[in-house]
């Protein structure tokens, strides 16, 4: 009987035991199944991180490159603005080489009363002839946003843009604060469309004063008038004429039988319907001839 009762109790024991054992292997698989999902957790943020990480270096990349790219583009800009000085005005408004060596068979051309009807036209026409030039712009033809997008639109096409006075005044004429104001709100505006004050300035009928002069050179800006120039003239208001006129460098209608077309001259144009259709011929004519057109910014500016 006790020996029985001793199986009993010694098979009992065993199975205690034995549930004892799988419970402990149960909490250890899952244990383990935990301690499994928390790595491949770990894992994934881990692999989270390291992707965001990448993607913000890549982006600060990138960002590095874009403001390398902004700040050599300026740099050029400012190259371009800023051009080694090949040529000064003589007391005749013509171009004079600076140093010997320096060709001296160049004109300058130069358009004024900018923006009002042709001005960007002209622009377009000069642009795909690659033939530089300045655009002398007034104030009163800068008023519509229309005519500042083309103002902008000339100025990237790489054009120098001049100072004409705000409202085309005659300076003499006027008191010197009216002067001042003239030029000085007429930088500002061409500034404010532009970024950039001009470097030019041309008095309307080429009509200057010693104040306008003197406040010109404080601005840093290089007075000029012109060598010769016909499209205001009535005779010379006609395509064909013009071209033979500039071409030439002659007007018999107004009593110049003799050419005024030589090396460094200074042509004056307008913005005007026959200047427009004649401009490309006369570009074509004057190269024939062997001439080529000065770079508008390779001029000595006022120090």
């Not at 692999?47 to 874009?66: G, L, P, Y």
């Not at 004079?96 to 068979?105: M, Q, R």
């Not at 009216?178 to 009928?205: M, S, V, W, Y």
């Not at 570009?283 to 057109?293: D, I, P, W």
Request: glycine share 4%; proline share 4%.
């Amino acid at each position: 009987m006790k020996k029985s009762i001793y199986i009993l109790l010694f098979g009992i024991m065993i199975v205690l035991v034995a549930c004892n054992d799988n419970v402990n292997e149960d909490e250890a698989a899952e244990n383990e199944e935990d301690n499994t999902e928390e790595i491949a957790t770990d894992e994934a943020e881990d692999e989270n991180k390291t992707e965001e990480e990448d993607e913000k270096e890549q982006q600060a990349t990138e960002e590095n490159d874009n403001s390398t790219e902004v700040e050599e583009n300026v740099e050029e800009e400012v190259a371009q603005d800023i051009a080694e000085p090949l040529y000064e005005l003589d007391d005749n408004w013509n171009l004079v080489p600076l140093e010997e060596g320096t060709n001296e068979k160049v004109l300058l051309l130069t358009i004024d009363d900018a923006p009002d009807k042709y001005a960007l036209e002209m622009a377009q026409t000069l642009n795909e002839l690659e033939v530089p030039a300045i655009f002398f712009v007034n104030g009163h033809y800068l008023q519509t946003d229309e005519e500042k997008d083309e103002l902008r639109d000339i100025h990237e096409m790489g054009f120098a843009i001049g100072n004409h006075t705000y409202n085309h005044q005659q300076l003499s004429v006027v008191d010197e604060e009216t002067q001042k104001q003239e030029i000085l709100e007429l930088n500002d505006l061409i500034e404010k469309i532009i970024g950039d004050q001009p470097h030019f300035f041309r008095a309307p009928h080429g009509d200057n004063t010693d104040y306008a002069k003197s406040l010109v050179k404080e601005e840093g800006m290089l007075l000029m008038n012109w060598t010769y120039g016909y499209d205001y003239f009535e005779p010379y208001m006609d395509e064909e004429k013009l071209k033979e006129a500039m071409i030439s460098g002659e007007a018999p209608e107004i009593d110049i039988s003799y050419s005024l077309l030589n090396p460094g001259a200074n042509l004056l144009m307008h913005d005007r319907e026959w200047t427009a259709a004649a401009l490309e011929d006369i570009v074509k004519g004057l190269r024939e001839k062997g001439y080529e057109f000065a770079d508008p910014m390779t001029l000595q500016l006022p120090e």
